[in-house]
């Protein structure tokens, strides 16, 4: 069984190893950050499985850091820490993107149960999960776009490039959070080959009159249908 890949973003020190020394047992890969900024960078250079993330973090904090991943991913699942239980900070963080929270102090046994729930939960939808662009079905653990009786192949890049912009259907996705995502960094030649990806994409799309792949200029992208 693949190791579930985590990302637990967690400023006390102390806490954070335990709890990365606790999953390691229990067939678990734990990568740390001790603020908001280290997370967001670690989650756009990794692929992970499930975002653990303390709500009070330094630099950045956890409500703030998933409100922006929501902005591209809306199926990571995501659970809170928190030393909070109001029920307004409960509420917000729901709202923020999460899936779950844990009040500190939590026992390792509940965390682990909780990440296993999720993970299980959206491994499941992707296996069985097959999405509609406009008269086209997508496949995206198969990497497969289908129209009527003919079935495209897609790159890796172009899987994940129209994962992410169907995911934000009718909303502007930013360049720089494609690139850094798919491209490992922003810069100017990754920029042209996402172009490139772009350009072929809509080749493939173009037998669905009703797919619009717009370029909003200085922005990012958006896909309509």
Known sequence: ??????????????????????????????????????????????????????????????????KEIRKTNKNI?????????????????????????????????????????????????????IETVGKYTFNYTKQTLEFENEVLNLTHRETELLHILLNNRNEIVERSIILTKIWGKDDFFNGRSMDVFITKLRKKLSQDESIQLINIRGKGYKMIF
């Open 1 to 66: 069984m693949d190791k579930i890949k985590v990302l637990l973003a967690e400023d006390e020190e102390t806490l954070a190893m335990i709890v990365k020394e606790s999953l390691e047992t229990r067939n678990f890969e734990i990568s740390i950050a001790y603020n908001g900024i280290e997370a967001s960078e670690l989650y756009l250079k990794n692929d992970f499985d499930v975002l653990v993330l303390d709500i009070m973090m330094p630099e950045k904090d956890g409500l703030t850091l998933a």
């Open 77 to 129: 699942p995501i659970i809170f820490l928190t030393a909070k239980s109001q029920v307004q900070d409960v509420v917000e963080g729901f709202q923020s993107g999460a899936n779950d929270y844990l009040k500190k102090p939590f026992s390792m046994e509940e965390l682990i149960v909780r990440i296993q729930a999720l993970v299980g939960r959206v491994h499941s939808i992707k296996e069985s999960k």
